[in-house]
């Protein structure tokens, strides 16, 4: 990529807006759903991730998302995570929308984290979305209840259950100077319908080893790892303070 940045035209603001998705996360060593070697290799989706599975078999459910659990607690934030929060620290606006339940992007630093999926590190009523618990340490075990007396689960969207931060994303994502999308395949609904939100005169890139295969109309392929690709980003944002466009990507 080239060092020189041109004229990025209508906008020269300072708010970021990522979404960041399973391949940014997968550079910590965490493994994703729906690689190769991924989980879904080892695991069917209707087993262990939705509302049926857990009426079902909840311990296997429980089970599955503790060993979900001590893998994002060993997992560290890597070159990716650290740039994104160093432009934050720098007096950009970053907002994160993410697709993942880790929390590696807060660890690294950044404050504005929307998680679209939950949050694996806290548990939740299965009677009362509302009533959430972190969880510092350990999991969930059959017989851990809720200050209503239900069970506790996961504080992870199901498939089949709906996202209820997605119209906060798309506000958010309206009020992009830039959009960066970073590490997701842009296949998943309706996570993948958020760029469309970005304003018409904001330049969208996307960062992933496949991007030009992934990148939609109006979206710039940049087909790089996150960890290559963002801290040199954010090292020519700092440089220039504002948010300009690469000359090549």
């Not at 432009?87 to 993942?100: K, M, P």
């Amino acid at each position: 990529m080239s060092e020189g940045f041109k004229d990025p035209g209508a906008r020269h603001g300072r708010h970021l807006v990522v979404l960041s998705g399973a391949g940014i996360s997968a550079e910590s060593g965490l493994r994703t759903f729906r690689a190769e070697d991924g989980l879904w290799e080892e695991h069917r989706l209707e087993d262990i991730a939705t509302p049926k599975a857990f009426r079902r078999d909840p311990e296997q459910v429980l089970r599955f998302y503790d060993d979900r659990r001590i893998q994002v607690r060993r997992a560290r934030p890597n070159a990716a995570h650290k740039a994104l929060a160093e432009l934050e620290q720098a007096g950009f606006r970053v907002s994160v929308i993410t697709q993942n339940i880790d929390d590696l992007h807060e660890r690294a630093g950044s404050r504005e984290v929307m998680h679209l999926h939950g949050e694996i590190l806290k548990s939740r009523s299965s009677v009362d979305h509302g009533l959430r618990y972190p969880l510092p340490r350990g999991g969930i075990r059959l017989g851990d209840l809720c200050d209503k007396g239900s069970q506790l689960r996961p504080d992870v969207v199901w498939f089949g259950e709906a996202v209820p931060l997605y119209a906060i994303a798309e506000e958010l994502a309206a009020e992009a100077d830039l959009l960066l999308i970073v590490g997701t395949s842009l296949k998943v609904m309706p996570a993948s319908n958020l760029y469309a939100a970005a304003p018409l005169d904001a330049p969208i890139i996307l960062v992933d080893p496949d991007a030009h295969e992934l990148a939609e109309p109006g979206v710039l392929p940049l087909a790089e790892n996150a960890g290559q690709a963002l801290p040199r980003l954010v090292r020519h944002w700092l440089y220039q303070g504002h948010l300009g466009l690469p000359d090549t990507l």
